[in-house]
């Protein structure tokens, strides 16, 4: 299965990338170790120092520049910036009026890694699962260190405005919106409200 593509990255990480970011990671912790041994070495207790993920990201939350439609939220205060919430409010096509949160879980390595996206609203969507794992091609095989969160969240928002039915994780809700759009549309206004479709219910997020 290949997950939802943003059309301006199309290019495939090769298997020397993944090598390389394998190395990457597997040197990052013998250097915490060593750190850490050098701080007890010399009667100290170790002092929490960021890492190159957490000095990246709080380079790309200063910079973020988020649709009006969008919050950022950091349920565990500043000290933990690794773990936010994103709210997206589509103002725009079938979800237009909806509200779904997002959470992100940021490795100490980002951006050599993905950041880690599920959808904490239960949606009925063509590329998120009830399960709340999303299809996304820049959070898996086109995830590139140039890129940041305000691609990934620019990202999400393109899943609400153009759902794909080519490449699905919820294989009933891309089968109606690809033969029914009509169908697919009354199907997530009547879940975004918080009723049933088939025997699934929806949690009213609208």
Not at 49 to 65: C, F, M, P, V, Y
Not at 101 to 123: G, L, R, W
Not at 166 to 193: G, I, Q, T, W, Y
Request: charge should be positive; hydrophobic fraction near 35%; proline fraction near 6%.
């Amino acid at each position: 299965m290949t997950c939802k593509r943003v059309s301006y990255f199309s290019l495939l990480e090769t298997v020397s990338n993944l090598e390389a970011r394998a190395i990457m990671i597997r040197l990052f912790k013998v250097k915490e170790k060593q750190r850490e041994i050098a701080e007890n070495a010399n009667g100290r207790a170790p002092v929490k120092k960021q890492s190159a993920g957490e000095l990246r990201l709080h380079k790309d939350i200063s910079e973020l520049n988020l649709p009006k439609t969008t919050t950022i939220a950091f349920p565990n205060g500043k000290d933990d910036l690794m773990n936010f919430e994103v709210t997206l409010r589509p103002d725009e096509g079938y979800y237009q009026g909806g509200m779904f949160m997002f959470t992100f879980q940021v490795s100490p390595i980002y951006p050599h890694e993905a950041p880690k996206v599920k959808c904490k609203t239960k949606v009925y969507h063509p590329n998120i699962d009830l399960e709340g794992n999303v299809c996304l091609n820049i959070l898996r095989e086109d995830w590139k260190p140039v890129l940041n969160i305000n691609t990934v969240i620019y990202g999400l928002h393109h899943l609400f405005t153009e759902p794909n039915s080519e490449d699905p994780l919820n294989h009933d809700a891309a089968a109606v919106l690809r033969d029914n759009p009509k169908m697919f549309e009354s199907n997530v206004r009547r879940a975004m409200s918080g009723g049933y479709v088939g025997q699934t219910h929806f949690p009213r997020c609208i």
